[in-house]
């Protein structure tokens, strides 16, 4: 066994004298991106192993990849005709020759065998035979056990997904897996109202009187709205006959005769129960990014006592969300509030006031190294009066309302918040003594709801004494009873329910789920499944027109297969077909049921290289990976204080196991990952001077790898610049540059040259938070008596930059280099990257708790252009690292942007101002 010269490298295959290596140097078969032509479509090349130089036998712009070499051709997949067919090219310079022509379905997972290419197409087996060119069908019959077709009554409990309260608290309402069921707290049995695997029920709501409950199912193909008796004849009734979009989160009115409801298009409805005359509300015109598909406006909204009014936010051009409240009576329609992000609207009982959460409370974090500040734990819980002649909340001298009225002028300067701290609140419900709410200190929870952590705790605000007290910890989510007795709430896959205001403390019990229970059919949930996700797309993505494609025809293509289909994974595989013809970035698929395997085996891992010693028949520790930020949340297990294991030193025993070469090195750490072990090391093969050291292996040694990466180029670069150029890697456009980023930038500031490295930058976010550091020049010069003079602010930049790129850089890591050439920083440098942008702000959860994404917006500069999408961003100095000089450890991108950057401060000195002659007063 050797390690091949390739740094980069995929499928390949040798020709078959050996002397030649055709590859490709990215891997794309799981992609679900059809058509792609950006800087990592897969590609050809030949490497020659006596010359070490290689050359692009493919040059297309498409795909061309699984190369399989048989005598003096290399055959190989691409779509140069919009659909993956074999090829072949003669590798000594012969044109490429198209020998498959298939029309409708991809050629997939081609394999090479003599004279004949078996592939995939359509579901089927089919054989090229290379001789004649023909291909036919293999008629294959296996008697397949199958066991994941079988259907079987399914416990659903790890399903569940929502939960809500009869109108007095004795019952839970919960869906799971797209079934309804009702759960008792006391006496009695768990039922289930739907019983339909294979449809997706789902935002269950009692009604307030307890008769009813209304629900979303998309039993017609289509979610619709249905509403069913609680007793006697449960069967459903459907209420409303959409064509089609995508419905959520439904509101009863208290006198139980309407629904109020939200769709896809932003749009806020009420239905009335009994004429199934459906009421525009209102649209929002404007949405945040980077939220869930339950949390687009208009999703915020809630009925008066009375029922004739409905608040709701809505966002604004200034991308803040403002108050309204509609009259269902002259459907007029009120703003009142102007300045604030304002949600979770909830009427008082009594009539008298709104209440609402704001994020208002502006209170700065700074940074300790420079002058910077951000605002977190903003928001705080707020009440309107809605007349001139209400008193204070705190007061408890208000009188109930029959009728609600409100007046309107001077409605928002009778605002008073609520006597607690600022934090992070949602959740809002009232009962008449008070107020219900859910906070955590930690999370980004107002700008970005994907980072809100998974559980919060659930506090309760007295209105007669102004005091919080604490009611449950880390819970997911609650809902409080109709009749303010009690709520119910989830906790990971537990219910329980909380008796308010018992003496003398809160008592809470749970609810028995062990009857939350389904039968399941497979196949039938697998076709909702692949309808489902065909709906998602039609509606979410951000193109009407699905970038050309006749949608339904490609429903109907991809749909033949499902039956096809033998286990949730194959279903993965064809939605993933299906997306992929959207020809766009960002449609994933992901998730759902898995076939039971065993669990995984960790290993562990020691943060090392290890050279084979054939001769000693051990191994041996060719290098030593070190930590060099030492801030300890990397723990290389062999470089620290006390463990005096050097490079060339052999590895002897691992928990008294000797260590040979006969097996797998990593055979001798399996079930060690993360773990403390002994083992025994030597400078020599046959054990001499044994060394026994007891250390914690590592799960993963990539983070230390790549810490000790970053360093190693860091020291390059200030070695052959004379300390003159910095150096910076940015991983993503995410946590781990906003992590790495100050590690790096801080020390190197002042540098003449900086080399800001985006390669392999997988993205995330916008990078100009990252760029406006670099943009940000001194604007004054301060001089001091006794130190050198400093600028303002601080950590100002004058340096001459560079930006390395390269394939595997996408999505954010596309507009990286992009933004950088948009700001005239200086030369990107490499080879072109992904090409990924057409964003997703939201990943939409299927009935198993799969899921998939529909790409909601594109990017487009300000000529009003598209940028990158399926073509990445081509640099200025093309150049990408060849797989000889990497194998000796010279990147020659990184030394590049070292040239580029010398010649300029050569060229373009940096000079910093001297002060004048201090003043002299005569």
């Known amino acids: ?79 140069r005709d919009r659909v993956l067919n074999i090829y072949s090219v003669d590798p000594s310079g012969g044109e490429i020759e198209q020998i ?72 839970a309402l919960l869906v799971a897996r797209g079934e309804i069921f009702t759960v008792p707290l006391k006496e009695g049995t768990t039922e289930n109202h739907t019983n339909s695997s294979g449809i997706h029920e789902k935002g269950a709501v009692w009604s307030p009187d307890g008769k009813k409950i209304a629900f979303f199912s998309d039993k017609t193909g289509e979610y619709e709205i249905y509403v069913a008796n609680t007793t006697g004849d449960r069967k459903a009734v459907q209420l409303t006959t959409h064509a089609d979009g995508y419905r959520h989160t439904l509101r009863w009115s208290p006198d139980n005769k309407k629904l109020a409801y939200t769709d896809q298009t932003l749009t806020l409805y009420i239905l009335d129960i009994e004429t199934k005359k459906i009421t525009r509300v209102d649209k929002s015109e404007f949405e945040n990014i980077d939220v869930s598909i339950h949390l687009k406006p208009i999703y915020d909204y809630n009925w008066s006592p009375d029922n004739r009014f409905i608040a709701y936010t809505k966002m604004t051009g200034d991308m803040v969300y403002k108050i309204f409240i509609y ?85 928002e300067n009778r605002v008073e918040a609520l006597k607690l701290e600022p934090g992070n609140y949602r959740n809002l419900a009232l009962t008449e003594k008070g107020a219900f ?32 007290e604490s009611i449950l910890e880390s819970i997911n989510s609650y809902q409080l009873s109709a009749d303010g007795s009690r709520l119910i709430y989830k906790k990971g896959n537990e219910v329980g329910s909380v008796e308010l205001y018992s003496k003398p403390e809160f008592k809470k019990k749970g609810f028995d789920l062990s009857d939350l229970d389904m039968w399941y059919v497979p196949i039938e949930e697998w076709r909702q499944i692949y309808n489902e996700a065909w709906r998602l797309e039609r509606d979410y993505f951000y193109e009407p027109a699905m970038h050309g494609q006749d949608w339904d025809a490609m429903k109907d293509k991809y749909g033949v297969l499902v039956d096809y289909a033998v286990c ?27 076939q039971r395997t065993p669990d995984r085996v960790s290993v562990g891992m020691l943060g090392v290289d290890y050279q084979p010693d054939l001769n000693a028949g051990r191994y041996r520790i060719e290098k030593i990976y070190k930590d060099f930020d030492w801030s300890r949340e990397i723990n290389p297990p062999l470089a620290k204080p006390g463990v005096n294991v050097k490079e060339g030193d052999y590895l002897i025993s691992v928990n008294g196991n000797q260590v040979t070469i006969e097996k797998n090195l990593y055979a001798f750490f399996q079930n060690l990952g993360g773990k403390e072990i002994e083992i025994e090391v030597s400078n020599t093969a046959d054990g001499k001077g044994l060394r026994k050291y007891r250390v ?54 002042r ?54 790129t390269k394939r595997q850089a996408g999505s954010g890591g596309d507009l990286f280099p992009e933004e950088f050439r948009r700001f005239n920083m200086g030369l990107v440098i490499g080879t072109r990257t992904w090409g990924g942008l057409v964003g997703v702000s939201m990943f939409i959860s299927m009935i198993d708790g799969g899921g998939l994404t529909a790409p909601d917006y594109r990017i487009y500069d300000e000529n009003g252009k598209w940028i990158v999408e399926n073509e990445g961003v081509t640099p200025d100095i093309i150049l990408d690292n060849k797989p000889a000089e990497m194998a000796e450890g010279y990147d020659a991108q990184l030394m590049k942007g070292v040239e580029v950057l010398m010649n300029k401060i050569e060229e373009e000195p940096i000079k910093w101002p001297v002060h004048q002659a201090f003043p002299v007063d005569r």
């Open 751 to 804: 540098k003449e040259g900086l080399i800001l490295d985006g390669r392999s930058n997988g993205g995330g976010l916008d990078p100009d938070i990252f760029f406006r550091r670099f943009l940000r020049e001194p604007h004054s010069y301060w001089t001091r008596r006794y130190s050198h003079d400093q600028t303002s602010p601080t950590y100002g930049v004058r340096s001459h930059m560079v930006c390395l």
């Open 696 to 749: 914690n292996t590592l799960r993963s040694e990539g983070g230390l790898r790549y810490s000790y990466w970053i360093e190693e180029n860091r020291r390059i670069v200030d070695k052959a610049s004379g300390g003159k150029i910095g150096y910076l890697h940015f991983p993503d456009t995410y946590m781990g540059s906003a992590v790495n980023f100050p590690r790096q930038f801080y020390s190197q500031a």
């Open 327 to 411: 009259s269902v009576g002259d459907k007029s329609i009120k703003q009142v509030s102007t300045h604030f992000n304002d949600f979770n609207l909830v009427f008082s009982n009594d009539g008298n006031y709104l209440f609402f959460l704001s994020n208002r409370r502006f209170n700065p974090t700074f940074c300790d190294f420079e002058w910077e500040m951000v605002y977190k734990d903003m928001a705080g819980v707020y009440c309107a009066a809605l007349r001139k002649d209400v008193p204070s909340i705190h007061s408890g001298d208000a009188e109930k309302n029959a009728r609600v009225r409100i007046e309107y002028d001077g409605l």
């Open 568 to 594: 949730r994974q194959d279903m993965r595989f064809i939605i993933g077909e299906l997306i992929g013809e959207l020809n766009t970035s960002h449609t994933y698929v992901f998730g759902g049921d898995r």
């Open 100 to 171: 498959t022509s298939h029309t409708e379905y991809d050629i997939r997972r081609p394999s090479i065998g003599g004279n004949k290419i078996v592939y995939e197409l359509g579901g089927k087996l089919m054989v090229l035979n290379l001789e004649n060119r023909q291909t036919e069908q293999v008629n294959v019959q296996i008697l397949a056990d199958a066991p994941e077709l079988r259907p079987y009554f399914k416990d659903v409990k790890g399903n569940l997904t929502e939960i809500g309260s009869s109108p007095d608290g004795e019952t």
């Open 1 to 79: 066994m050797e390690q091949l010269i390739f740094h980069e490298a995929a499928s390949g295959t040798y020709s078959p004298d050996g002397k030649h290596f055709a590859y490709n140097k990215t891997f794309r078969e799981t992609r679900t991106w059809k058509r792609y032509k950006g800087g990592r479509a897969q590609e050809i090349y030949l490497y020659d192993f006596a010359t070490n130089e290689e050359k692009n036998l493919s040059n297309f712009e498409g795909t061309d990849r699984i190369p399989m070499w048989s005598g003096d051709k290399v055959y190989f997949s691409s779509d």
């Open 437 to 468: 709410y859910m906070n955590r200190e930690d999370g980004d929870f107002n700008r970005f709801e994907f980072r809100v952590p998974g559980t919060m705790d659930l506090y309760h605000y007295s209105f007669k004494d102004g005091e919080e």
